[in-house]
């Protein structure tokens, strides 16, 4: 249990730091996604959100240059180009259910299996 507690006051502190940053009440439907880039896969490919505002916290774990683009409802979104160890935030609008495609835009990287797919219900 000593271990769930700490692990419980960490989550709340990392989430008191992100407050400003979430919707007030938090019932604005906003989700968080953490993503995580390598060489050459994206983790997690295939996350399921509710639909709305999500914001994937992008960081390149790999050794290459990565970065993620979204392909939602209103068009594409897609971050910098990150080196290794960079992250960004990367905010899209995925108000409509369904599936979206999502991949690092980067030389043949979504051909080497850097790519996945968002739901969203």
């Known amino acids: 249990d000593d271990d769930d507690d ?13 407050a ?13 996604v953490d993503m995580s880039l390598t060489d050459f896969a994206l983790n997690p490919a295939d996350p ?14 790999g050794q290459a240059p990565h ?3 979204v392909e939602g409802p209103g068009g594409e ?8 160890g960079g992250s960004e ?3 899209v609008d995925l108000n409509q259910p369904g599936t979206y495609e ?5 030389g043949n ?4 299996g850097m790519e996945g797919q968002v739901t969203v219900e």
Do not use: I, Q, W
């Open 48 to 61: 399921t959100v509710k639909a709305g505002s999500v914001t994937f916290n992008v960081t390149n774990d």
């Open 109 to 112: 990287h979504r051909e080497m």
């Open 89 to 91: 935030k990367l905010t």
């Open 20 to 32: 400003p940053a979430t919707t007030p009440g938090g019932g604005g439907g906003a989700e968080t």
């Open 6 to 18: 700490d692990g419980g006051e960490a989550a709340a502190t990392a989430t008191t730091t992100e």
């Open 102 to 106: 999502m991949y690092c835009p980067v």
């Open 77 to 84: 979104v897609e971050t910098e180009t990150l080196s290794g």
């Open 67 to 69: 970065a993620l683009e």
